[in-house]
């Protein structure tokens, strides 16, 4: 079992010097990614995946250069080249390499395409089912977090603050109104009730959101509600819990260094855990 990276065509030792000085991502962070579990040795929701990160695309103007089927097998080719099973496939593509300047002329460009495998800790994952603590930060990013871009410093500022305080994410504001993590979606819980920010501009689309509020929370007969709600309605759920790629449905037990209901995980983010678990295991193309 090994990291595996893919660049432009051919395999390179992970960490290689390969990219450009001149790389938009890298001066302007100018491109999107996109991240997708495998799980038993194969891509979980691939097409999911792909329609977002080519959605990414057209909204950042950048060109697709590869078929949806070559797509698929190079996901397929790195998986059984590394031997990785349980882990995680990274996608970035960059607008291309020009001398900086802010303007682009796409026709003088081509995109800068990497891909790499990595194993995740099954231990570490499934000990995010006990709960985790989170904190509330202003939503200080721009207007369209819904593309996958590069662009992450909130983020990541944000995700900082909440580890350093010993939580696992920070939840955003904007405006009052609860948004989602700095890593995930959230959700709550409020008599037996799911709520969640709609899929507007403001929050990423995540795929394990879709997971949640289409397949998983349907087939428990458990409603969902995409519908704005304040931070006095987040403190005072019943339950909380994220949603992300490599977690899966992860139940928040405290807030802010307040218990969430009774300080455990509710009995509907276990309910819906085991639900999306189920979904894992038995593949979804």
């Known amino acids: 079992m ?29 491109g999107v990614y996109e991240v997708t579990r495998v799980h038993e040795g194969r891509c979980f929701a691939f ?10 695309m057209r909204e950042m103007d950048i060109p697709v ?16 080249q590394s031997g990785i099973t349980e882990g995680y496939i990274y996608v970035q593509i960059t607008r291309g390499v020009s001398p900086r300047h802010h303007a ?4 003088k460009l ?26 509330t ?25 909440a580890e350093k305080k010993g939580a696992y994410a920070a939840i955003y504001l904007r405006d009052g109104i609860c948004t989602e993590g700095s890593t995930s979606n959230v959700f709550v819980v409020k008599d037996g009730i799911i709520y969640t920010h709609p899929a507007d501009h403001f929050i990423l689309k995540g795929i394990t959101r879709q997971m949640v509020v289409t397949k998983v929370a349907p087939s428990l007969g458990i409603t969902v509600l995409e519908k704005e709600f304040d931070k006095e309605f987040l403190a005072n759920a ?37 639900g999306y678990n189920k979904v894992l295991d038995e593949g979804l193309a």
């Open 47 to 56: 097409s999911y995946h792909q329609d977002r990160l080519y959605r990414s």
């Open 65 to 80: 250069r590869m078929p949806p089927d070559d797509f698929q097998e190079l996901h397929e080719i790195i998986i059984e």
């Open 104 to 107: 682009y002329d796409r026709s």
């Open 137 to 161: 930060l202003p939503d200080e990013r721009w207007a369209r977090v819904d593309i996958k871009t590069l662009n992450l410093v909130p983020n990541v500022l944000a995700q900082t603050k």
């Open 110 to 135: 081509e995109p800068q395409f990497l891909m790499s495998i990595h194993p995740v800790d099954m231990d570490e994952v499934n000990r995010l089912a006990d709960g985790v603590k989170a904190i």
């Open 238 to 274: 019943d339950e909380i819990f994220f949603s992300d790629t490599i977690g899966g449905v992860i139940p928040v037990t405290t807030l802010d260094r307040q218990p969430v209901g009774d300080g455990k995980p509710g009995k509907v983010s276990q309910r819906l855990a085991d």
């Open 2 to 30: 090994k990291e595996l990276t893919y660049f432009n065509g051919e395999f390179v030792e992970p960490g290689a010097k390969c990219v450009s000085l001149d790389d938009r991502g890298y001066t302007f962070g100018d």
